[in-house]
């Protein structure tokens, strides 16, 4: 069924350009559910360790705590010319340079955005839809990275502008449009802040983590679209081990 769907994609789209990527051959086989599922991901592979072992893990439950205020979070971002790559976990758009992010006086640029269904991160033990993530880079190498939560509504353009003929797992594909990733923003910047880890193997604790607080909305149709391709493709919450989690108004 996958197959068939992301090849009546690729049909759908004679003037895209359709390149078929190899999959990352250094990483072992990972998955969300049974053997290689998020349980085992520690034990699949010795770079893998972290997501066994590892006590700053994410995604967290973001319980409501005492404001702080203000935030000190500037995002510098602008439109770019559309790719679309289906990695065989997520859909992710790949950033042009150009975009950047200030989180407490350091600069990240952002790399690229992805999607989860249902959302990683839970409020208070509650779910959204879904949630994106900004994926932005330091010259140090750690991450910084801006999540949103998806939930249903109206139809998002950002949303209906990735899923529009979707490539085929390890493929990617360039549209002829340009992409605004601020059009998946809520519209107050209240959020989240505390220090994590990738959320997929190799568990990296390399992640300053921004999860804004106000859902974006997506229509049901979009949602299931997604869901189509990848039913569940969000890790369980970890533990905090006394994290702090805090809140910027
Ligand atoms: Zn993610």
């Not at 959302?119 to 949103?148: I, K, Q, Y």
């Not at 979707?166 to 910047?189: E, K, Q």
Request: aromatic share 8%; hydrophobic share 40%; net charge neutral.
């Amino acid at each position: 069924m996958l197959k068939a769907l992301a090849a009546s994609g690729l049909m759908g789209c004679p003037a895209c350009a359709v390149v078929a990527s190899a999959a990352s051959g250094t990483d072992a086989d990972w998955s969300y559910e049974g053997d290689t599922g998020p349980g085992r991901w520690g034990r699949l592979d010795p770079s893998f360790a972290a997501c066994g072992t590892g006590r700053r893990q994410s995604p967290v439950d973001l319980a409501p705590g005492t404001a702080v205020a203000p935030g000190r979070l500037d995002l510098s971002w602008r439109a770019f010319p559309l790719e679309v790559e289906n990695t065989g976990h997520t859909i992710q758009a790949n950033a042009a340079p150009g975009s950047s992010m200030v989180l407490e006086g350091r600069r990240f640029e952002l790399a690229q955005f992805h999607f989860h269904h249902p959302a990683e991160h839970t409020v208070g033990g509650s779910r959204h839809a879904m949630e994106v993530h900004f994926v932005h880079r330091a010259a140090e190498g750690d991450l910084g990275v801006v999540g949103a939560f998806l939930s249903e509504g109206t139809a998002n353009p950002v949303v209906a502008a990735l899923w529009e003929d979707l490539p085929a797992p390890g493929g990617r594909r360039a549209g002829a449009g340009l992409v605004d990733p601020a059009g998946l923003l809520p519209a107050r910047r209240a959020y989240f802040h505390y220090e994590g880890s990738l959320t997929t193997p190799p568990c990296s604790e390399i992640v300053s983590w921004v999860v804004m607080m106000d859902p974006v909305a997506v229509s049901r149709g979009q949602i299931d679209a997604f869901a189509r391709i990848y039913p569940s493709n969000a890790r369980p919450v970890q533990p905090l081990n006394g994290r702090p989690v805090r809140r910027f108004l």
